[in-house]
């Protein structure tokens, strides 16, 4: 106004009257934020100097209107283009703050915003804040996280990598101030070890309580073999079985430091849960509970547990319906209800591309969420990284294989040696039977009609690598096998190529192009037909399906993908059926080379000069 009264009289003589005269310029808002923690609250005062609270909602109201001035009750005049008032409304928003709360100038609030208002004082330096010591402290915990004091136990600091160490300390952190959040590490990369660290950590540091996994079905008997490989010290019970001796084991949960069940099952479960409480409950794939609506995204949240973390190797950032559902198991009420949720941020968003809802949103979250990138960690990871991922028979299949197991033992101590030897090819036939029950059932039985536990991990993995955004090579002997996945994967929707040995030249080099060209994510592939000539640098997954076979055959299958020309690094997942011969092959392999190449050496000698006892031994799976 003082500007456009100054043009007037350059032009030439303004006469005014003395009540125009009068009129005063407030050229900005002074405001003054104190915040402090307390009984687990936010503390958040407001004060704004030379305006009187009452009327700094009318003031907002203004801004929001987008005009330049408003006119106080006194008469004065306010200058609307102003940051603080910029802060002031988005906080209004953000926090949900009533209009009686601002007007009183005085309110409380979840401790779970503090970051994000120490994110808002930040950006708006004209801002005066006073900020107490547990506020302080609180910020600052999270902004130096490298340098906590949670030393990570002394049992695990030689295997785990930088970054992992870095991820638990994180986790400590959000544990240390009561939040919960998202391990979002790439696969790969151990999301499964840091938990364990800090499991591992609370029972050394003499914490009482048990802890709850949930995970999908085929990850179950996973989690028990990590926690048996990294904590031998923590104890363990696997939810599984009868409902009648899932209930038992429920009930008795207090007697051991760790539970681990299934999305399915608990939901099936879930009154057995009722009036028990566990000190954490972590959710792996928790991109499992993207459906706020599902049986299993209700069964979790409804968990009585003093620590929330939730695991996903998923890229959440563009899929908001599913990371509200997440926040709604981690801290309910922190992305407001959904329906606010949706009206506020999901559809402006996603509809408008509304980029101040992204940054509210990005502000809100970020604290909470840890993504690592395979190239974000590059110099503390190998070339190559491996992970065995173990699968157990449900009954109907673990019957058929215990069957052909006990009728190869009872075949093979009624011959005497030069039987035994005489009879190998037989035996290797019934080998290779016993084989196709470990990868599914119905390659050998047509009418089969029960579970096949490493199909259905096969699948789930694949699909959680495409959410991530890899491309994956899968690999396995059997033509018969890759037939049933791709069926499987149609069932899916996804789509794939598929190599065997019936392929021709040309047709492969075409497939081969065009999936390095990304046009599809998955190549299905028989071992021997994929073990060279292929140069498939577009995958940064591998998956041998039945790796156990000829071990430096899976080596140049996996030389597809880990070759010259790769930009990113691969991970290589070999599944295996537990307490099987494929676990007993997996250990020649890594203790008896020689012996495992006797073993799967050329055409008819695939048995080398084992003899009855070490052939017995390697079908004694447990």
Same mark, same amino acid.
């Given at each position: 106004?003082?500007?456009?009264?100054?043009?007037?009289?350059?032009?030439?003589?303004?006469q005014? %009257?003395?009540r125009?005269?009068?009129?005063?310029?407030?050229?900005?808002?002074?405001?003054?934020?104190?915040?402090?923690?307390?009984?687990?609250?936010?503390? !958040?005062?407001?004060?704004?100097?030379?305006?009187?609270?009452?009327?700094?909602?009318?003031?907002?109201?203004?801004?929001?209107?987008?005009?330049k001035?408003h006119?106080?009750?006194?008469?004065? /005049?306010?200058?609307?283009?102003?940051p603080?008032?910029?802060?002031?409304?988005?906080?209004?928003?953000?926090?949900?703050?009533?209009?009686?709360?601002?007007?009183?100038?005085?309110?409380?609030?979840?401790?779970?915003?503090?970051?994000? !208002?120490?994110?808002?004082?930040?950006?708006?330096?004209? $801002?005066?804040?006073?900020?107490?010591?547990? &506020?302080?402290?609180?910020?600052?915990?999270?902004?130096?996280?490298?340098?906590?004091?949670?030393?990570?136990? #002394?049992?695990?600091?030689?295997?785990?990598?930088?970054?992992?160490k870095?991820?638990?300390? @994180?986790?400590?952190?959000?544990?240390?101030?009561?939040?919960g959040?998202?391990?979002?590490?790439?696969?790969?990369?151990? #999301?499964?070890?840091?938990?364990?660290?800090?499991?591992?950590a609370?029972?050394?540091?003499?914490? %009482?309580?048990?802890?709850?996994v $949930?995970?999908?079905?085929?990850?179950?008997?996973? @989690?028990?073999?990590?926690?048996?490989?990294?904590?031998?010290?923590?104890? /363990?019970?696997?939810? %599984?079985?009868?409902?009648?001796?899932?209930?038992?084991?429920?009930?008795?949960?207090?007697?051991?430091?760790?539970?681990?069940?299934?999305?399915?099952?608990?939901?099936?479960?879930?009154? =057995?849960?009722?009036?028990?409480?566990f000190?954490?409950?972590?959710?792996?794939e928790?991109?499992?509970?993207?459906?706020? %609506?599902?049986?299993?995204?209700?069964?979790?949240?409804?968990?009585?547990?003093?620590?929330?973390?939730?695991?996903?190797?998923?890229?959440i950032?563009?899929?908001?319906?599913?990371l @509200?559902?997440?926040?709604?198991?981690?801290?309910? +009420? &922190?992305?407001?209800?959904?329906?606010?949720?949706k009206?506020?941020?999901?559809?402006?968003?996603?509809?408008?591309?509304?980029?101040?809802?992204?940054?509210r949103?990005?502000?809100?979250?970020?604290?909470?969420?840890?993504?690592?990138l395979?190239e974000?960690?590059?110099?503390?990871?190998p070339?190559?990284?491996?992970?065995?991922?173990?699968?157990? &028979?449900?009954?109907?299949?673990?019957?058929?294989?215990?069957?052909? $197991?006990?009728?190869?033992?009872?075949?093979?101590?009624?011959?005497?040696?030069?039987?035994?030897?005489?009879?190998?090819?037989?035996?290797?036939?019934?080998?290779?039977k016993?084989?196709?029950?470990? =990868?599914?059932?119905?390659?050998?039985?047509?009418?089969? #009609?029960?579970?096949?536990?490493?199909?259905?991990? =096969?699948?789930e993995?694949?699909?959680?690598?495409?959410?991530?955004g890899?491309?994956?090579?899968?690999?396995?002997?059997f033509?018969?096998?890759?037939?049933?996945?791709?069926? =499987?994967?149609?069932?899916?929707?996804?789509?794939?190529?598929?190599?065997?040995?019936?392929?021709?030249?040309?047709?492969?080099?075409?497939?081969?192009?065009? &999936?390095?060209?990304?046009?599809?994510?998955?190549?299905?592939?028989?071992?021997?037909? +994929?073990?060279?000539?292929?140069?498939?640098?577009?995958?940064?997954? $591998?998956?041998?399906?039945?790796? @156990?076979w000829?071990?430096?055959?899976?080596?140049?299958?996996?030389?597809?993908?880990?070759?010259?020309?790769?930009?990113?690094?691969?991970?290589?997942?070999?599944?295996?059926?537990?307490?099987?011969?494929?676990?007993?092959?997996?250990?020649?392999?890594?203790?008896?080379?020689?012996?495992?190449?006797?073993i799967?050496?050329?055409?008819?000698?695939?048995?080398?000069?084992?003899?009855?006892?070490?052939?017995?031994?390697?079908?004694?799976?447990?």
């Amino acid at each position: 106004m003082e500007e456009g009264v100054n043009a007037l009289l350059s032009m030439g003589e303004v006469q005014c %009257t003395d009540r125009f005269r009068s009129h005063q310029i407030v050229n900005r808002v002074k405001v003054s934020v104190g915040v402090s923690v307390s009984s687990g609250l936010l503390d !958040l005062e407001i004060v704004t100097a030379d305006i009187p609270a009452a009327e700094l909602l009318e003031l907002l109201q203004s801004y929001r209107r987008k005009r330049k001035y408003h006119r106080l009750k006194d008469g004065r /005049f306010v200058s609307l283009e102003d940051p603080s008032l910029e802060m002031m409304a988005e906080l209004m928003d953000t926090m949900h703050l009533k209009p009686s709360e601002l007007a009183k100038g005085k309110m409380h609030l979840p401790i779970y915003r503090t970051l994000y !208002l120490d994110k808002m004082l930040e950006e708006n330096e004209s $801002v005066y804040s006073n900020r107490d010591s547990h &506020f302080r402290e609180m910020v600052k915990g999270f902004k130096t996280i490298h340098d906590s004091d949670f030393e990570e136990p #002394k049992s695990l600091s030689k295997i785990m990598r930088n970054y992992q160490k870095n991820g638990y300390k @994180w986790l400590r952190t959000l544990e240390a101030w009561h939040f919960g959040g998202i391990l979002a590490d790439d696969m790969g990369l151990g #999301k499964t070890l840091q938990v364990i660290a800090v499991l591992l950590a609370a029972k050394e540091e003499g914490k %009482t309580g048990t802890s709850l996994v $949930v995970s999908p079905a085929s990850l179950v008997f996973n @989690w028990g073999e990590e926690l048996r490989r990294f904590a031998p010290d923590l104890s /363990f019970v696997l939810v %599984t079985g009868t409902a009648g001796e899932r209930q038992e084991k429920i009930a008795a949960y207090q007697s051991t430091d760790v539970l681990i069940t299934s999305y399915d099952l608990l939901k099936r479960d879930i009154a =057995c849960y009722e009036g028990k409480e566990f000190q954490y409950q972590i959710i792996d794939e928790a991109q499992y509970i993207k459906n706020h %609506t599902t049986a299993a995204a209700k069964a979790v949240k409804v968990i009585k547990s003093e620590v929330r973390f939730a695991l996903t190797g998923t890229p959440i950032e563009n899929r908001l319906s599913e990371l @509200w559902s997440i926040f709604d198991y981690l801290m309910p +009420g &922190f992305l407001y209800g959904y329906e606010t949720f949706k009206r506020e941020i999901e559809t402006p968003v996603v509809k408008n591309k509304d980029e101040q809802a992204m940054k509210r949103l990005q502000k809100m979250v970020s604290p909470f969420i840890l993504r690592r990138l395979k190239e974000d960690v590059l110099r503390d990871l190998p070339e190559k990284l491996e992970e065995v991922r173990y699968v157990r &028979f449900d009954e109907a299949q673990q019957k058929l294989y215990d069957a052909q $197991v006990l009728h190869m033992k009872e075949s093979i101590a009624q011959q005497d040696e030069s039987e035994f030897n005489k009879n190998k090819m037989l035996i290797l036939s019934e080998l290779t039977k016993l084989r196709q029950i470990c =990868c599914d059932p119905s390659l050998c039985f047509e009418n089969y #009609k029960g579970g096949a536990a490493k199909t259905d991990a =096969c699948i789930e993995l694949i699909q959680s690598a495409i959410d991530g955004g890899h491309r994956i090579l899968v690999f396995s002997q059997f033509t018969s096998m890759l037939e049933i996945l791709q069926k =499987c994967l149609e069932e899916a929707s996804i789509s794939f190529y598929t190599i065997t040995g019936a392929t021709p030249k040309e047709k492969r080099l075409q497939l081969v192009k065009s &999936f390095n060209d990304g046009h599809v994510p998955v190549f299905l592939i028989s071992l021997k037909a +994929g073990g060279v000539g292929l140069n498939l640098t577009g995958a940064d997954v $591998v998956i041998h399906y039945d790796p @156990w076979w000829n071990l430096a055959a899976q080596n140049q299958a996996t030389d597809r993908a880990h070759r010259i020309g790769q930009t990113k690094k691969v991970t290589v997942y070999k599944m295996i059926a537990r307490h099987s011969i494929e676990e007993k092959i997996l250990q020649l392999q890594e203790t008896k080379r020689d012996l495992a190449e006797q073993i799967i050496g050329n055409a008819g000698g695939e048995l080398g000069r084992m003899d009855k006892e070490e052939l017995l031994a390697l079908l004694d799976g447990k």
